[in-house]
């Protein structure tokens, strides 16, 4: 058996079976590694890590299970990966900087108090997300110029320069493609 | 601001999304147009993350730290199943529902089909339920099969120092002998990428790392 994934009720004498953890993540794994990749996009500007964040979460978990019996495991999962995800990130940016970290740089306070707000912003970027797919079909309405500079600069990080050389178009069109087909997008969601 | 220059902004609020409050400052944005390139950053930060997730689960090595990235050649021994089974006293459905408390959805026949049938390969983790469940070890109801082909499944099942970290694995993680390996080969395999030789040397440095680390953690806790 393994006891760091068993453990009993505060009464003590009343059993609780959590789940096991590999059941957790195949539910619950690519919600969190979204959660992770937003908080590091958004609040540090990283692009990696993701995966990291949610390793060291179910690191975590199996050494040092929750006390209190989860009613809502995704919901649990969701919060740990933010706060470790602010974790990390703050690590990066101490360690690219040289220096200790200054939330002043930031937008958002600091994870531990009052970051109630910055977490419905995260929150918020990964249920627009999970709406992807949704957005596929809306990539249909594009012009094909605006398909190619989306799909191309958004999901393969091409650069603007790039783009206009394999276009043969100024980067300046580049961005005026790119934004009339964000917007066509927001319209496609709903989300103006 | 012309649609030119809002273009342009767009731009630099994506690629600096830190910074987008102030870059909006600098820019002299009103609030209708802050409200618009906001909105439209969003949607070029939904597009990314939708990007993101796990890796094919057998190079995922969350996947295979947490037993459920499947390895082939462990698979269930019917007969010793329904002995072992047979033997804790818990008939087909208990089994499911003690596997349910795990979150393991499976149905009765599928425990009957683990009693009938040869060669049925299980998840690790799923394993380890199930001994713990009937109360033994899940060494007492699989079966390894060993493919003579030179993968780097049997190079490292082969290997001394991979039997001695499948020993302190098994140890520090209370698991059955069979899920220890299982789970120390799929982490193994994670690391090699399609199509490349696997490197024996830098498995093991990963392998033995992985196995310190995680006996330094647990000793220092205590």
């Known amino acids: 058996m393994q006891p760091h994934e068993r453990r009993r009720g505060a009464g003590g004498d009343c059993a609780v079976t959590m789940p096991n953890l590999g059941v957790l993540y195949m539910e619950h794994g690519q919600k969190m590694i979204r959660t992770a990749a937003a908080v590091l996009l958004r609040k540090f500007g990283l692009t990696d890590g993701d995966l990291d964040v949610v ?6 978990l199996q050494e040092k299970p929750p006390a209190e019996e989860i009613r809502n495991w995704e919901a649990y999962l969701i919060r740990v990966t933010q706060r470790r995800a602010y974790d990390w990130g703050r690590k990066q940016h101490v360690k690219k900087q040289g220096q200790s970290f200054n939330d002043d740089e930031f ?22 997300a999970a709406r992807i797919p949704e957005l596929l079909d809306g990539m249909q ?11 191309r600069q958004v999901f393969d990080d091409a650069s603007r320069d790039r783009l206009a050389e394999e276009l043969g178009v100024s980067p300046p069109r580049i961005s005026q493609l790119r934004t009339s087909g964000l917007k066509k997008l927001r319209t496609y969601l709903g989300t103006e | 601001m012309n649609e030119e220059q809002k273009a342009g902004l767009l731009d630099r609020l994506i690629a600096m999304p830190v910074q987008r409050t102030q870059l909006l400052d600098e820019a002299g944005a009103t609030a209708d147009e802050r409200t618009e390139l906001l909105e439209l950053a969003d949607i070029a930060d939904a597009a990314w993350v939708s990007t993101r997730g796990a890796p ?8 295979a730290m947490l037993g459920i990235a499947p390895t082939p050649g462990l698979a269930i021994d019917p007969a010793a199943f329904k002995q072992a089974r047979v033997r804790s006293g818990l008939n087909v459905s208990q089994l499911r529902d003690r596997l349910a408390q795990r979150g393991w959805q499976v149905s009765n026949g599928e425990i009957a089909s683990w009693q009938s049938r040869e060669g049925i390969e299980l998840l690790p983790a799923l394993l380890q339920d199930i001994g713990d469940a009937l109360s033994v070890s899940a060494d007492s109801f699989t079966v390894t099969r060993v493919s003579d082909a030179p993968t780097i499944h049997t190079i490292l099942r082969k290997s001394d120092w991979f039997v ?3 020993e302190q694995w098994q140890t520090l993680r209370h698991v059955a002998r069979s899920v220890a390996e299982a789970q120390l080969l799929t982490r193994a ?3 090699v990428h399609r199509g490349e030789e696997p490197d024996v040397d830098q498995i093991r440095e990963l392998l033995e790392h992985l196995v310190a680390s ?3 953690s647990g000793s220092s806790r205590q």
């Not at chain 1, 309405?141 to 799909?151: G, H, K, P, Q």
């Not at chain 2, 094919?56 to 996947?63: F, G, K, N, S, T």
């Open chain 1, 55 to 60: 390793q060291e979460v179910f690191r975590e």
């Open chain 1, 107 to 128: 937008d958002d306070e600091p994870v531990d108090d009052a970051s109630e707000e910055a977490f419905a912003e995260v929150e918020a970027a990964v249920d627009l």
């Open chain 1, 141 to 151: 309405l594009l012009t094909e110029n605006e398909r190619f500079v989306i799909t």
């Open chain 2, 56 to 63: 094919p689960v057998e190079e995922d090595p969350i996947a």
């Open chain 2, 164 to 166: 001695a970290l499948v």
């Open chain 2, 189 to 191: 395999t994670a690391t």
């Open chain 2, 214 to 216: 995680s006996g330094e």
